[in-house]
């Protein structure tokens, strides 16, 4: 009877444990478990008290009645099924035994031993089957865990999904807020950039107009000259011709015809002077044209050191044009190749401002279906921390206020993008600098 009773009592603990592990307990749980515990000590009791003993007896069998109504009708306990097969066979034995010894004492005790064997194999099974049973509850409760695990840890995930949606649309609008600073930024320094390079431009044409306000005066000069010389003449051929005197009329007419000649060459020279300097200050590429590289290089090369001259008439330098022989004319933006030449040839002199015997030289040369213009110097040279520095835009070795910094990066992308070529760089400390320019033929 005791057996019977710890039995019962053991299996619903267990499913008092299930249902509070599902948060499930019935309003009968604190009764029945409070039932229990006082049948316990009625059965205890009983034992040794003959007179309660026949109703202590069956309580087990009463709780055990419950126990399985509650399973085959509650979905919760369910799984305690199994649990349910390994100790209904026991009970039953037991119930069965009970029932026998109650009704016929005889008949039992004739029977006694096929009970008691038929309760031993019940106690076994029951003892096998709540070993496989506890191991499944215990898989069954890792896989339940598992499941719990999982569905924390989707909650977590859902939450820091939300979070991060939520982050996702400040940081968006933060970037794009950033976007908008930024493009105001970039507006702000490409006005500023083009003031720049505006600056650049009025600044090298600021040099060339001081190199032409020199390199202009030696024609108007020689059309100054000949045009006083020309009406000293005329004064004479009136002379001539009153006298009727043929052979110094012949003389000089062709005096006057020659120094015409002369004033037409110096005149001409002074408009494509005045025509470089207009082409020089245009906005803009401009249209390419077939143009005479040396001719250009010669004309610059005069301009560039006239204009040094015209900021430093203490200034002295040796310069000459290698021309290269019968050179085809190229087709260039002949004001944009002008401004290239003057940035480095202006660099060139600047070079050699300090040294004893300065020499700038300018040469072309055809190679390999490409023209080539090199200026060269016998400077200082470039240090080597700063060579890969000098095409950048705004980098400039001059004191603050005397240069932008675009020269030298705007005739890179003159030559480079605006004409298909190379500028290149060759320098070597205490001997010189050259600046290599390749244009393509075609």
């Known amino acids: 009877m005791i057996g019977e009773f710890i039995t019962t009592f053991f299996i619903f603990r267990h499913l008092r444990k299930m ?17 229990m515990i006082a049948s316990i000590a009625i059965v ?48 039953a034995v037991s119930l ?36 496989i049973t506890n191991k499944q509850n215990k898989a069954l409760a890792i896989e339940r865990e598992k499941a719990l695990e999982e569905e924390r840890q989707n909650k977590i995930m859902t939450k820091l999904k939300a979070d991060l949606e939520v982050q996702v649309v400040e940081r968006t609008a933060e970037i794009t807020k950033q976007k908008e600073e930024l493009q105001l930024a970039l507006n702000d320094l490409k006005t500023t950039q083009n003031q720049l390079i505006h600056s650049e431009k009025m600044a090298s044409l600021g040099a060339l107009t001081a190199g032409i306000a020199h390199e202009i005066q030696n024609p ?26 043929q052979e110094e009329i012949e003389a ?9 000649k002369k004033v037409t060459q110096h005149g001409k020279r002074a408009e494509q002077i005045v025509k470089s300097m207009l082409q ?36 002295q330098s040796d310069f000459k044009l290698d021309s290269f022989p019968d050179l085809p004319k190229v087709k260039v933006v002949p004001q944009d190749i002008g401004r290239v030449l ?7 002199f600047q070079a050699v401002q300090d040294v004893e015997k300065p020499e700038v030289i300018v040469s072309t040369q055809l190679s390999n279906g490409q023209i080539q213009i090199s200026v060269s110097d016998n400077g200082p040279g470039i240090p080597d921390d700063i060579k890969d520095k000098i095409f950048q835009p705004f980098f400039t070795t001059k004191p603050t206020g005397e240069g932008t910094g675009l020269g030298l990066s705007m005739s890179y992308d003159i030559v480079t993008k605006g004409h298909g070529g190379t500028l290149e760089l060759k320098t070597e400390l205490g001997k010189g600098t050259t600046f290599i320019v390749q244009l393509p033929l075609s």
């Open 44 to 91: 205890l009791a009983g034992a040794g008290i003959e007179s309660i003993r026949p109703v202590a007896l069956w309580i087990p069998y009463f709780f055990m009645g419950f126990i399985l109504y509650a399973i085959y009708t509650r979905e919760e306990l369910t799984q305690a099924k199994s649990l349910m097969t390994a100790v209904v066979p026991f009970m």
């Open 252 to 260: 000089l007419t062709n005096d006057l015809v020659a120094n015409e």
């Open 220 to 245: 108007l000069n020689f059309v100054n000259n000949f045009s006083d010389l020309n009406q000293e003449l005329l004064s004479e051929l009136r002379q001539a011709i009153k006298e009727n005197d």
């Open 280 to 315: 020089h200050s245009r906005s803009g590429s401009g249209e390419k044209e077939l143009t005479d590289i040396n001719a250009l290089c010669d004309e610059y090369l005069h301009l560039s050191y006239h204009g040094y001259r015209a900021q430093d008439k203490s200034f």
């Open 342 to 348: 003057l940035n480095l040839i202006n660099n060139a």
């Open 96 to 131: 069965v035994s009970n029932l026998v010894e109650t009704i016929t004492t005889e008949f039992y005790t004739s029977w006694q031993s096929y009970f008691e064997v038929a309760g031993v194999f019940s106690l076994v099974w029951m003892i096998v089957m709540l070993i």
């Open 19 to 35: 249902l509070r592990d599902a948060k499930q307990l019935p309003h009968w749980d604190r009764p029945l478990l409070g039932g």
